[in-house]
């Protein structure tokens, strides 16, 4: 691998908005497939990967035997702040580990694959996976936003500048990684709202946006909405619009698994021992 082109990465699990809204923690088998395909296909390809979460996270992942999956796991989301809601802002564990995070970096859902070698070096301070639309029913107005002690929006953002989706993406400057985590909070432990769609993306891919916008620095694109849907899976998978599907269809669910289970085997057969040993894959052994 060319020297020039390793790039570390994070994955991040926040354990508190399961156990909210489930009452105990608990990851799905499609989800454990994906988050273990994405972490050893980034360490084939790419460079190192470090699991952020907390410890009930880890204790999920260490009593199932895949601590090794990743090149390091931290417990660091233990000190999210607790002013944080977890209902409304689930993905800000995210954010939190890249606010503890030396750049560069790349930011990658457990749910997301890349499957091949990028060449970091000719990337930008920051790439994303895609843009989006300002959708009125995902990114609605600013004005329809609700806050506590006083907070107001800046003013001094461009709210017409596209939202730059998450699930995977490059950050390279300091700068806009301070800045952009710092107003991400700081919008989250003011909001009074209960939407937890449209408040968290406005955090999460809004910010990063106008952040980037403001500062002067353009935002690269790993691809677009209508590749990504046409032929995406050829360089990356992205599970999110999938999951419900496969919650309401045991066949797409197990077929997805099996699917899954296939590929790890035989690209990484070192970690067919630790597939058969997650309970929650071990119906697929029998």
């Not at 698994?257 to 997650?278: A, G, N, Q, T």
């Amino acid at each position: 691998m060319d020297i020039r082109n390793i790039m570390n990465a994070i994955h991040s699990t926040w354990s508190k908005p399961r156990l909210y809204s489930s009452g105990g923690f608990y990851i799905e088998d499609f989800d454990i497939l994906t988050t273990i395909l994405s972490a050893l296909k980034w360490q084939e390809l790419n460079g190192q990967i470090k699991m952020v979460t907390d410890s009930t996270g880890f204790e999920f992942y260490n009593s199932r035997g895949m601590t090794g999956i990743w090149d390091e796991i931290t417990t660091d989301l233990d000190n999210m702040p607790q002013t944080i809601d977890p209902e409304i802002f689930w993905a800000a564990g995210k954010l939190f580990a890249l606010s503890r995070s030396d750049l560069p970096m790349a930011i990658i859902d457990t749910d997301f694959i890349v499957w091949e070698r990028i060449a970091f070096n000719t990337l930008g301070d920051l790439t994303v996976i895609h843009r989006e639309e300002l959708s009125p029913g995902i990114y609605p107005d600013p004005d329809k936003f609700l806050f506590k002690n006083g907070y107001e929006l800046d003013d001094g953002y461009n709210y017409s500048e596209r939202p730059a989706n998450t699930a995977f993406y490059v950050i390279k400057s300091d700068k806009l990684k301070v800045k952009y985590t710092d107003a991400a909070f700081e919008f989250m432990e003011n909001s009074a709202g209960h939407d937890p769609l449209t408040y968290m993306v406005f955090a999460e891919q809004r910010l990063l946006a106008m952040t980037a916008n403001r500062l002067g620095i353009p935002i690269g694109e790993f691809s677009y909405m209508e590749r990504l849907f046409r032929d995406g899976a050829r360089a990356f998978t992205h599970t999110w619009g999938m999951k419900e599907q496969m919650r309401r269809d045991p066949k797409l669910r197990q077929d997805f698994c099996l699917r899954c289970i296939k590929r790890i085997v035989s690209d990484f057969p070192e970690h067919k021992k630790v597939l058969k040993e997650i309970k929650e894959l071990q119906p697929f052994f029998t």
